[in-house]
DNA sequence: TCAATATATGAACAGTTGTTCATATATAAA
DNA sequence: TTTATATATGAACAACTGTTCATATATTGA
């Protein structure tokens, strides 16, 4: 058996690394229902703006969201339909194993 | 907009973190191919036997992989389907990112 | 019981990561 | 231009992560 390419398996871990980060996965959630601006973000996920800005920096340089500027404002929005996959992926797996379904009140997220 | 449950962003960071690392990549994808104990993991990968054990440890806590006892060896196997499936969406992201197709002498992964 | 082999674990350490604070840059309005 | 608003960035720092080395535990066979 031939172990994996070590390059992919460098990339690879990259690539998940980014998701490996509760402030990223909120961002994320949130562009996948819409896109928004930093300000919108900063409002709706509660976070400090430049913790946010570095986040989406490195979520830019790392290709999982475009952004364009809208005179003052610049919008982010997701870059392919992959993050929202990779997420399901991931969502599902952990309620298989915790049995929990992360509603709140009732609704389904 | 409602955004992501706390809990959930925290759990899934977590999750994803566990794909975010080249050694624990590198196991994943060689169990993907077979089950395999640890000193055959060791010779595959050409990593230190205790790094090793503490990745599996890892690997393990967060019901990614399971592993039987078979007289000195214990034999390692992955737990479900999710994490190929995990890990073929990843390369797909990549490889269309970066047009790279991660061959090696014209094999396949 | 003792020796050999297989695996696991704890402590220490260097390297990485995410946040905060302060400040810079960019755009629009006055 | 000046001022206000939106966003980005650099430096500093605490917290976390993965590896190594040494050692412990488990299993088998002599």
Redesign the interface.
């Given at each position: 058996?031939?172990?994996?390419?070590?390059?992919?398996?460098?990339?690879?871990?990259?690539?998940?690394?980014?998701?490996?980060?509760?402030t990223?996965?909120?961002i994320l959630?949130?562009l996948l229902?819409?896109d928004m601006c930093v300000s919108e973000l900063v409002e709706?996920?509660?976070i400090n703006q430049s913790a946010l800005s570095h986040q989406l920096r490195i979520l830019r340089q790392n290709?999982i969201v475009k952004f364009r500027r809208d005179g003052k404002n610049v919008t982010y929005s997701l870059d392919?339909e992959?993050v929202g996959?990779?997420?399901k992926?991931?969502?599902?797996?952990?309620s298989?194993?915790?049995g929990y379904s992360?509603?709140?009140g009732g609704?389904e997220?």
């Open positions: 058996m031939r172990p994996i390419n070590e390059e992919l398996a460098y990339d690879l871990g990259d690539f998940f690394k980014i998701f490996g980060d509760p990223r996965i909120k959630y949130a229902q819409k709706t996920l509660a290709d392919d992959h996959i990779l997420l992926n991931g969502i599902e797996h952990i298989h194993k915790n992360y509603e709140e609704e997220i």
